[in-house]
């Protein structure tokens, strides 16, 4: 199962980065069937890759979440995952070429990280953790998707107020297709996470984990949390568009990278079984 | 038989003369005909369009039928021939049908890579076509010239990017806002290019036109032709808060709209962005304006450097049409080859006698108890029968070497006899309903001639027989 498991995600990982070469590609020819054909690869990818999440779970005998390569495996997996039911609801075409590389920049982290399959520790064999972590896994895609979104549209805005269209047009999604793909993730991305940090409060009460609230972890999403309720909050007021909400969303990125790989693996005092 | 084109165009004759040469569709059909009634050529074409008129002819006397077309043509014109002489281009052979394809793929236009080059030339293909102007040779020609426009911009991108102003001020307005459908549009000062401007955005879907101008009645009138609605000049203001895309083209010597008012703007649009767009020389728009957020200010000098980028971009693609062009002249040569009479009545001599030599050697074992002389007397007999059989076609076919109908005759006998080298018989298979197209093959032969073929131990190796057996198969 094991094994079958590791060969679903190296097709996976092919096809992703098939589907990667396709789009680049497709940026230096513009050829619009391409982007189709790019998505298509992806998709693919992304079943093989939801295989292989399952024959892992089997063969763990737990949901695989545990550690830094199921954990790793789980976000890429759940960054497609929201790109391709994103794509499919705003038909915004050419995210694929920065999508692609983040998704694999954590299967092959992943990798590197592999560990077999193992038991659960204690402390997570539990529903509520469970929970929580699937649904944070939905939120991080969600978010990781915006704060994508938000750095095209800093450096195409920019390119724009250089003058040098040449190099966006026709190339990158217009700025008000990518303005609407931060809000539609983020309007994604915020309840899950919310649902998600108050499954994580809730086991940390009935379990009595001694002062969780000043854990620096926690401290961070609390933050991260406000940003993109902010975000929400000044786009529905219509007040802010474009420029700004990007920022956010980008700010919000990084503090969810810090999470990931500073504050989990080095500062937590609970959480460490992410990796 | 040669295929012939002469004409002008825009880059070898002036906007005058091309004038005086144009021709409207009657003309075009007309000149086609007295082209062919003088017997200069079998069939005949004339293409007309702002940039060029071209006659297309194929005949028998190349320079023949281009002294015709230059006469026809400087009759039109109501000038001598020598007159025209040094605006005209000619290609004959090879060069004709590779002119022919450029010019449908947009690689001969003023602007490379235009789109309306392929619905003129098909146009008046279609009109020669409908006037029994075209036959074979021209139906197969020119229907291949329009495959060959439409691959060249399937592949390429020759004519993906914008190269005017005005449509690259669109794209820009695309790249910013996504889609323009629900967006307004403020058009300031009543200039030409703002005008072509407001229609290629209406034609992206954008809805609501506002025109303003300081005598109201110039905007009144532009909005009319655009469709949209004249707005006094006095609330500037208000009209920019209401507008996502600005097109500014008037006269005036000073910044009609400033930094200042651009903010003022933004604030009661509660920061939408707007793209705004100069085309006026002197400026109207404050170039501080593009340090406002959410406005992004594009003017004259910005749009032509996007123009003059994309053109590089299309002569880079143009060398890929160019190898198109190249590759697809290959392919349509190898069948005007095959419509020569020598070759094919070469060919069709050569594949009946194969059949017959292949008839023989099957009966081999069935004449070995005659002696050699009555051997030689069947071989004697089979290819006299063979010889009259074919004789009436040769000749009837040398009778039609070079006449209109040549091409028709050449054509239907590499059908009949499946002679290969012709592509048009899978095309006119297309045509013809698919059970009756069978029937035919079955008729051909196949039942018979292949189905002997295939008995036949170690029968005589050979494309034509080869071809033939194929068929039968096939269709059996």
Known sequence: ???????????AYLLYAGAFAVFVVQFLTRSPTLTRVGLVVAAVGLVFQTVAI???????????????????????????????VLESFTRIRAVGLYVLPVVLILLTVAWVEYKPPAQLVPALRSDIVILHVIVMLTAIGCLYVAGGAGIIYLIEEALLRRRRAGGVLGRLPSLGALEKLIYHATLLGLPFLTAGMLAGIIRAETFNVPSWWIDPMVLLALFAWALYAVLLWGRVRADWVGGRLAWLAVTGLVVLLVIRFAAVPYFSGFHTYGG | MLVVVTGISHKTASLELRERLALDEAGALRMARELLDGGAACEALALSTCNRTELYLYGRDSPAARRAAVERLAQHAGA??????????????????????????????????????????????????????????????????????????????????????????????????GKLK???????????????????????????????????????????????????????????????????????????????????????????????????????????????????????????????????????????????????????????????????????????????????????????????????????????????????????????????????????????????????????????????????????????????????????????????????????
């Open chain 1, 54 to 84: 399952i024959f892992r779970g089997f063969s763990a005998g737990h949901v695989p979440f545990a550690g830094a390569y199921e954990s790793l495996v789980m976000v890429a997996w759940s960054v497609a995952l929201v790109w391709h």
């Open chain 2, 182 to 476: 629900d967006h307004t549009v403020l058009i300031v000062g009543a200039g030409d290019t703002s005008e072509l401007t407001a229609t290629h955005l209406k034609a992206h879907g954008i809805e609501r036109i506002l025109v303003t101008n300081r005598t109201f009645a110039a905007a009144e009138e532009l909005a009319r032709r655009v469709g949209g609605r004249a707005v006094p000049f006095e609330d500037l203001e208000g009209h920019l808060a209401a507008a996502d895309i600005v097109i500014s083209s008037t006269s005036a010597p000073h910044f009609v709209v400033t930094r200042e008012l651009v903010e003022r703007a933004l604030k009661r649009r509660r920061h939408r962005p707007i793209f705004l767009i100069d085309i006026a020389v002197p400026r109207d728009l404050d170039p501080e304006i593009d340090r406002v957020r959410n406005a992004y200010l594009y003017d004259i000098d910005d749009l032509q450097r996007v123009v003059e980028q994309n053109r590089g971009e299309r002569e880079k693609e143009a060398h890929h049409a160019e190898r198109i062009v190249a590759e697809e002249l290959r392919s349509v040569n190898d069948w005007l080859r095959s419509l020569e009479v020598v070759p094919t009545i070469a060919t069709l001599r050569g594949a009946v006698e194969q059949i017959r030599r292949a008839e023989l050697e099957r009966l081999g074992g069935k004449l070995a108890d005659l002696s050699d002389e009555q051997r030689a007397r069947v071989d004697m007999l089979t290819a006299s029968i063979v010889n009259k059989i074919l004789h009436m076609p040769t000749v009837k076919m040398k009778e039609v070497a070079g006449s209109r109908d040549c091409a028709l005759y050449v054509d239907a006998v590499r059908t009949l006899f499946d002679l290969g080298g012709n592509g048009s018989a899978q095309e006119s298979h297309d045509d013809v309903p698919e059970g009756a197209a069978a029937e035919d093959a079955a008729d051909v032969g196949a039942s018979a001639v292949a189905h002997d073929l295939d008995t036949a131990a170690g029968g005589p190796p050979g494309a034509t027989i080869h071809h033939l057996r194929g068929t039968g198969t096939d269709d059996a």
């Open chain 1, 1 to 11: 199962m094991e094994h079958a498991s590791v060969i679903f995600l190296w097709i």
């Open chain 2, 80 to 177: 001598a021939a020598a007159e025209l002489e040094p605006s005209l281009y000619s290609y004959s052979g090879d060069a004709a049908i590779a002119h022919l394809f450029r010019v449908t793929s947009s690689l001969d236009s003023m602007v490379v890579g235009e789109a309306q080059i392929v619905a003129q030339m098909k146009a008046a293909y279609q009109q020669a076509c409908e006037g029994g102007c075209t036959s074979v040779v021209f139906n197969r020609l020119f229907r291949h010239a329009l495959e060959v426009g439409k691959r060249v911009r399937t592949e390429t991108a020759i004519g993906e990017r914008p190269v005017s102003v005005s449509s690259a001020a669109v794209e820009l307005a695309l790249q910013v806002f």
